[in-house]
């Protein structure tokens, strides 16, 4: 697991019940796979909210209530209401469809973050994207009237089960 950003996934999943195999809290990462690697860099830099919690909605009461109490120590994380996640249209040619997931709410939530987030290959067109946003395999980003850059990708992937391995193998190779 990253160490950054996971106070609040510790803390949930050591105080909300355990029904079945899995842990009652994860993070978007853990429950999305990038399908297209040469995609990771814009999804790393794009994908902020990777470290946003999701727990089931009959623990998100209490997943609510411990994240108001941590307080300073999860400062700067997020928690999912999976009641409230917006339905949102995933385009053809979208970030969103360079996400793979089984579970509903993390779905729900990839596509509403970049269901309408055009994938494209050359700087002009980030300016004539139909929907105003769109972005490169780099990570620049145009969402109309801004273009930015994030950050640039560190090459320390977290996004899913690969991500973690390729990360495993490039800390391997520096030490």
Not at 61 to 77: F, M, P, V
Not at 80 to 89: D, E, H, I, L, M
Not at 99 to 105: A, F, G, M, Q, S
Not at 115 to 120: I, K
Request: proline share 7%.
């Amino acid at each position: 697991i990253p160490t950054e950003s996971t106070v609040l996934l510790v803390e949930l999943n050591k105080c909300l019940p355990r029904r079945g195999k899995a842990l009652p809290a994860q993070a978007l990462w853990q429950l999305c796979e990038v399908n297209d690697e040469r995609w990771r860099p814009a999804l790393e830099v794009a994908f902020a909210r990777k470290f946003a919690v999701l727990v089931d909605s009959c623990d998100y009461d209490e997943a609510e209530r411990i994240y108001h109490a941590l307080r300073e120590e999860a400062r700067g994380e997020s928690l999912v209401n999976p009641s409230q996640v917006p339905t949102a249209k995933r385009l053809r040619g979208s970030l969103a469809e360079k996400l793979e997931t089984d579970h509903p709410v993390a779905r729900a939530v990839v596509d509403h973050l970049f269901g309408d987030v055009l994938c494209v290959e050359r700087l002009q067109d980030l300016r004539t994207s139909p929907t105003g946003r769109a972005i490169m395999p780099d990570g620049f980003i145009a969402q109309r009237p801004f273009v930015q850059r994030p950050r640039q990708y560190d090459n320390r992937p977290c996004i899913g089960k690969r991500g973690l391995e390729k990360q495993r193998a490039w800390l391997a190779e520096q030490i």
